[in-house]
């Protein structure tokens, strides 16, 4: 009787340790939400909060006890990872905005470190709850519309074409910056060849507007050439997605959201008829991911010679469209390599000859065209806002740091012309002043850098956050999608309107800025949703590879594979990117990730790879 007693006591204290346990990750996840809504602690809100975490973290907890699969290690490993760094990332852009109101250093602290835990436990139940969704999760085939989907391709194809001609018939010919004219200044050898915006893209550029020409004098729509191209390489690439797919479900539901996410949003519209280097790369990158999962799940087959071509071109074209393209195809080469090892007789000199194209076209093929390179002070741009925020904030430098800057920049105008968001005013203060000093003493000036960011951490780490934070942060602002027109240029290009007036300037505008107003939709125009959203779509079909269901899960490095490319790409822009908060340099993120959404909702026997 005694020993029941004791048994019932520990059981007792067990559920109450438990209760108390529950109520603090209660208290510390409404912390975080009320911190990061930047709502005060007054607001009785609070208590809502603090009741709807009870309920849903209650919940969770019983569902966990339940399946079998959420409690795997595999699982907790996975979910504390991916929440600690997005808890990294996310207070290191947003530390100071949660702390404003506060003066004391302690008090900052703790209520960081606090609104950190908060922020962890949110986050690290929220993925651990999905995997175990996802584990159970099967998508429905619907018979009825069996005779439907293997046209959806081409239906698809069509549907996202069309969309985009309102969109193109408003600006005629296609949407022109300052850096695409630089490009069609050299398709009318206005300019010197140069890869500053790469060169092979504005040979593509070249090739269909000189097509063009062949049947109209009129340069507008000889122009109109390129764009229609570039609307249907990104449409066709969209469709070879879908046609993939189609392989694995008959899923009306996935594979009309797709179509509808390509067709219908804004950004896709006005993306496809604009003329940067950007867009056609995104394109590149879904096809290279596409077929690269289709041909790790199907292997390399007689039957597949299609897809396998796809992979060949769009590797090609994924290092000569943008610079940081090959530095991401380079750091994807060894998971490719090894994703492939079964078929390493043909895919190991597949790649060499691949390799070996891309090296001669950057080669010989650009010196025999004379094609400038870029410059060194482009691929400093980091290290250059660094220094400039330590000038521009007044630090103390020793009289030799003082001397050795100004032999390459004149000091009395970084304070005015600094701007932490994009480094072009630094980077053409020093092109504009003495760069070839800078270039013959790189030593030196490395040395500089090193000096100050040991003097100075902090200011180096607000610059560094401050030039980066767009492609990580979810809670940075910026438009997107609201370039419109040519700018004026001698070359004789100019905005034509085939369709106008005031109703399609209203309706048009009214779309663009649905994403200042309606949550969640609002997040697909975010830079860093999309990067974290690629991130939990890798970890949600990683957990998957320890479910109970599946009897030979997926190779962890085989199915990392897919995602590598998209994430080199960030990490290339995380070390030298010019400017923060330019949407279209991860516009790959944006026509990439439905490719992961669907790799994590594709059924166990799509997820596994041949053996």
């Given amino acids: 009787m005694k020993q029941n007693l004791n048994f019932s006591s ?35 809100i609070a208590f809502l909060f603090f009741l709807l975490c009870i309920i849903c973290f209650s919940a969770i907890e019983k569902e966990f006890a339940l399946q079998v699969s959420a409690n795997t290690k595999t699982h907790k490993i996975i979910s504390g990872i991916l929440s600690g760094i997005f808890t990294c990332f996310y207070l290191s852009d947003t530390s100071k905005s949660l702390v404003s109101d506060l003066n004391n250093k302690l ?136 046609w ?56 390399i087959k007689k039957q597949n010679l299609f897809s396998l071509i796809l992979y060949f071109i769009s590797g090609f074209l994924m290092c000569l469209y943008r610079s940081n393209g090959w530095y991401a195809f380079i750091i994807t080469l060894p998971f490719l390599l090894f994703a492939f090892r079964k078929t390493w007789k043909f895919m ?3 790649h060499i000859v691949l390799l070996a194209l891309i090296l001669f076209v950057k080669g010989p093929v650009m010196n025999h065209y004379n094609v400038e390179q870029p410059d060194f002070i482009e691929s400093i741009s980091i290290p250059l806002q660094q220094v400039g925020r330590v000038i521009a904030t007044g ?35 020093v092109r504009t002043y003495n760069p070839d000093y800078l270039i013959t003493h790189k030593s030196d000036y490395l040395k500089l850098w090193i000096e100050l960011g040991l003097k100075y951490p902090d200011i180096y780490f607000d610059a560094y956050i401050a030039q980066t934070r767009g492609y990580y942060s979810p809670s940075a602002i910026y438009s997107v999608a609201e370039v419109d027109g040519i700018i004026d240029n001698e070359t004789g290009l100019y905005r034509e309107y085939l369709l106008g007036g005031k109703l399609i300037v209203k309706f048009r505008e009214i779309l663009i800025k649905l994403q200042d107003i309606v949550p969640l939709y609002g997040a697909l125009w975010s830079m860093g949703s999309l990067f974290w959203g690629t991130l939990l779509f890798l970890a949600l079909t990683l957990g998957q590879k320890t479910s109970f269901r599946l009897k030979e899960p ?7 594979t897919v995602w590598i490319p998209n994430i080199a790409v960030i990490g290339t822009l995380l070390i030298a990117t010019p400017v923060a908060i330019e949407f279209r340099y991860a516009y790959n993120l944006a026509y990439c990730i439905p490719l992961y959404f669907a790799i994590m909702l594709l059924s166990k026997e799509s997820r596994n790879l041949p053996t």
């Avoid at 438990?18 to 005060?40: D, P, Q, V």
């Avoid at 550029?205 to 004098?217: A, D, V, W």
């Avoid at 997926?554 to 990392?560: C, P, R, T, V, Y």
């Fill in 10 to 44: 520990k059981i007792y204290t067990l559920k109450h340790n438990s209760k108390i346990l529950l109520y603090l990750e209660c208290f510390f996840a409404t912390w975080a939400i009320m911190r990061i809504g930047n709502l005060h602690s007054m607001n009785i």
């Fill in 107 to 242: 008090f900052q602290v703790a209520i960081i470190l606090a609104t950190a835990l908060g922020l962890y436990i949110l986050l690290y139940k929220t993925i651990r709850y999905l995997m175990c969704k996802i584990n159970g999760f099967e998508l429905n085939d619907n018979p009825n519309v069996s005779k439907i989907i293997p046209k959806l391709p081409f239906v698809s194809f069509v549907l996202i074409v069309l969309c985009r001609i309102p969109w193109l018939l408003y600006s005629y010919p296609g949407i022109m910056t300052p850096d695409s004219i630089n490009q069609f200044r050299q398709v009318v050898e206005i300019s010197p060849f140069s890869n500053h915006h790469p060169w092979v893209h504005t040979m593509t550029i070249s090739l269909f507007y000189h097509m063009g020409r062949l049947f109209t004098s009129d340069i507008n729509d000889a122009f109109l050439f390129f764009t229609l191209f570039q609307i249907c390489f990104m449409a066709f690439a969209a469709s070879y997605l879908i």
């Fill in 554 to 560: 997926m190779n962890f490095s085989d199915l990392i």
């Fill in 244 to 299: 993939v797919i189609t392989k694995y479900t008959k899923s009306l539901p996935l594979l009309s959201g797709i179509i509808a996410f390509y067709a219908l949003l804004p950004y896709h519209n006005v993306m496809a008829i604009c003329i940067w280097k950007d867009v056609m790369f995104g394109g590149t990158l879904l096809l290279f991911c596409t077929s690269l999962f289709y041909l790790l799940k199907e292997g």
């Fill in 395 to 429: 630090q103390e430098l020793t009289q030799e740091q003082e001397t050795l800057i100004k032999k390459i920049i004149k000091t009395e105008y970084v304070p005015e012309l600094y701007t932490e968001y994009i480094s072009d005013n630094m980077k053409e203060l």
């Fill in 348 to 350: 190991f000199p597949l």
